[in-house]
């Protein structure tokens, strides 16, 4: 049976890309393309565009698509202000990035403390470098310190920066504002006799290991407290303590183990024998005091723990610190001292600058010099006479 083809349609029918867009299509002489735009507030509207060839309505449409949007964010940047736009940065946009917790309540401050209370009812699209001048007059005539305005300045140019970039600004105006100098910090570091007094209370106190390990290693609080059994080689011919981890209380977590700040702080420290030793008799009175307390003691990982074997808490650890020099009689030094008298005493018995560094576990070894070594007159005299005898021979 023969049959007659169909005749083709004169409709032009309209067919989608296997992604589901639409493809171009001709409407009488004209080509056309139709563009679904969603915008960042989740709102979505639909634009055709036109053209006499197909290059020239690809082209034409591209440039309703971003006509269209940038009209939405101009819009709505006229609204918004600067510090609801700041928290959008931190939640949508930097939490996007490896955030450690204390860093993020560090950044939740500065928007909540510092930029709302001066900058929350600026409109994003109307700050000035003034307004952000004046903020930090403001917060230092407060007393705020050169460290929080930093935080508050990280924020603010995190979040201008972004808004740049999605062309909600043209420009960021913290840029060109400078932070009040930084003070310049001296070192400061307990002597050889404080440090024998602090360690003869401590072990009057039952707590030698824990601040043996303190002045003598030059952990950080949060890597000491942080250490576990496991982290330990105490049987070995080169006895080892792994720094792995710091030990922080995260909000709504509690206490958590936290990788450490930089790629030098994860470091391998080696024990003298007198630390080591100190160290087992530790390990064996833990023993026994979780034998002692059977089904109460809560872990056994940890090497410094609280009675009952739970981790012990950074606040608690500096409120035993404030109570071991009170005892000792040693003129109370904050907690971090413990960390620069083991810089210090290093550098003085001739360790150099790059070794002591790598010990401190920094990044930079003039961080070691600027913070945490403090160099006497004594040892000041020193080199000045040995480059005098060195200049003497050669005369």
């Known amino acids: 049976m023969k049959t007659t083809p169909a005749r083709p349609s004169n409709k032009l029918s309209r067919y989608r890309s296997p992604n589901g867009e639409s493809r171009i299509y001709k409407d009488g002489s004209r080509y056309k393309l139709s563009r679904l735009i969603t915008f960042p507030d989740g709102s979505t509207t639909r634009i055709t565009g036109s053209g006499n060839t197909r290059a020239q309505c690809e082209t034409n449409t591209k440039a309703l698509v971003s006509k269209r949007y940038s009209e939405f964010v101009s819009g709505h940047s006229a609204t918004e202000l600067f510090a609801d736009y700041c928290q959008h940065w931190l939640d949508q946009v930097r939490s996007l990035q490896p955030i450690k917790p204390k860093t993020r309540v560090g950044y939740q401050g500065a928007i909540d403390r510092g930029i709302r209370p001066y900058l929350g009812n600026i409109k994003l699209t109307e700050l000035k470098r003034s307004d952000i001048q004046a903020m930090y007059s403001a917060l230092t005539q407060a007393g705020k310190s050169y460290y929080v305005l930093k935080e508050i300045r990280v924020v603010l140019n995190g979040a201008l920066s972004e808004a740049v ?231």
């Open 165 to 395: 970039l999605s062309e909600k600004i043209s420009n960021n105006p913290a840029t060109l504002v400078k932070l009040p100098p930084k003070p310049m910090v001296k070192p400061t570091s307990f002597t050889v006799e404080e440090v024998q007094k602090i360690l003869n209370t401590a072990a009057t106190r039952g707590e030698l290991a824990r601040w043996l390990t303190a002045l003598h290693l030059g952990a950080r609080q949060g890597e000491r407290l942080a250490w576990r059994w496991e982290d330990l080689d105490l049987d070995t011919e080169n006895p080892v303590v792994r720094v792995r981890y710091g030990l922080q209380r995260v909000t709504g977590k509690g206490l958590v183990l936290l990788t450490p700040k930089n790629a030098s702080s994860v470091r391998d420290l080696p024990l003298t024998p007198e630390i080591v030793r100190v160290l087992k008799e530790h390990r064996k009175l833990s023993n026994e005091a979780r034998l002692r307390t059977g089904s109460k003691w809560r872990s056994f990982e940890h090497v410094f723990t609280t009675p009952d074997g739970k981790p012990i808490d950074p606040s608690n650890d500096r409120k035993a610190w404030v109570a071991l020099l009170a005892e000792a009689n040693v003129p109370y030094k904050c907690l971090k001292t413990a960390r620069s008298t083991t810089g210090t005493l290093m550098h003085a018995a001739g360790v150099d600058l790059l070794s002591v560094s790598k010990v401190m576990g920094h990044s930079s070894i003039s961080t070691t010099a600027q913070y945490y070594v403090s160099v006497s007159m004594d040892t000041k005299h020193k080199a000045i006479m040995a480059l005098g005898n060195v200049l003497a021979a050669n005369e």
